[in-house]
């Protein structure tokens, strides 16, 4: 994937589309974290919209597992338009969803597409879920980096599971340290992630970029950028900035490696980016 230059207005560096879920490999060599593990609990009426922000890959139906490797079904909880999309494994489907004051969600306004897909008998199991009307009851699990999501009938049963996992750590604003093995001190470098709209944005200590977030949901703590655009202002750091962006184009693993650093890598041993989190002054 090659990086487009174009010109952009720095009012344009927080638009982007949203993208769609690409293929990456995680790192044999990450950093070795304590898993903890939550037990599930009800989310209240207040949370449940934060919590559900976000794209979550369907692992069950009912008593049935999904395992399938392409067309993986997946729900994206959009909060701000109290809309879902999605695909069940073989159709696309949207609608509305409400969190009512007992904690339950509603769905509603369901369209779908009507495509016939041989070999998929989960389908008509999700689309029941989702149906117009429906309540589910939801209640969260985290365990080290992945949240499940587990939606119940009024009697308990189980209805769907979905995992996603939990790239928040990445929210917020992080300097450039090291690009592909090399500090660099230089303010200016910098990069904001918004996890939650899929956004990137910041600067290579020359000029603005921005561009999408995208994650591949059977992979763990997979990230990739695409879509990015850059301005064009002529700088003495021209060699910084072309490595910066080539090594945000290579990146396809997030890793938190705690004590506020986040290491970007293609897979391989060695960061492409070292990035450090800025504080927030107060």
């Known amino acids: 994937m090659a990086i487009k230059v174009i010109s952009l207005s720095l009012s344009m560096f927080l638009l982007c589309a949203c993208g769609t879920t690409g293929k990456t490999t ?17 989310a209240s009426n207040g949370n449940i919209a934060k919590a559900l922000a976000g794209q979550w890959t369907i692992t069950q139906v009912g008593s049935t597992a999904i395992n399938q490797e392409e067309d993986i079904p997946y729900i994206i909880f959009n909060p701000k338009e109290n809309r879902f999309y999605g695909n069940n494994g073989c159709n696309v489907i949207n609608g509305s ?13 369901i369209m779908m597409t009507m495509k016939y897909c041989a070999g998929v008998d989960f389908d008509a199991s999700i689309n029941k879920v989702l149906s117009e ?20 009938d009024s009697n308990k049963r189980a209805l769907m599971t979905l995992r996603r996992s939990d790239m928040d750590f990445l929210n917020g604003q992080w300097q450039v340290v090291e690009i592909s093995g090399t500090p660099i001190d230089d303010e200016e470098a910098n990069v904001f992630f918004d996890v939650a709209e899929g956004k990137i944005h910041g600067n290579t200590g020359c000029n603005y970029f921005n561009g999408t977030i995208t994650f591949d949901p059977a992979e763990a703590n997979s990230v990739s950028f695409s879509e990015m655009g850059v301005t064009r202002m002529a700088c003495h750091k021209g060699e910084q900035e072309r490595n910066m962006l080539v090594a945000l184009e290579r990146t396809t693993t997030a890793i938190n490696s705690g004590h506020d650093t986040v290491l970007l890598t293609d897979g391989g041993d060695t960061p492409l980016l070292v990035l450090r989190r800025v504080a927030i002054e107060k």
Do not use: C, H, M, W
């Not at 995680?26 to 009800?42: D, G, V």
């Not at 009307?133 to 119940?152: M, P």
């Open 133 to 152: 009307g429906n309540k589910v009851k939801a209640t969260f699990k985290t365990i080290g980096d992945e949240s499940y999501l587990y939606l119940t």
């Open 26 to 42: 995680a790192s044999t060599s990450q950093p070795e974290r304590p898993i903890t593990t939550r037990a599930p609990k009800p």
């Open 97 to 109: 969803y409400q969190v009512g004051s007992d904690g339950t969600i509603s769905f509603g306004q």
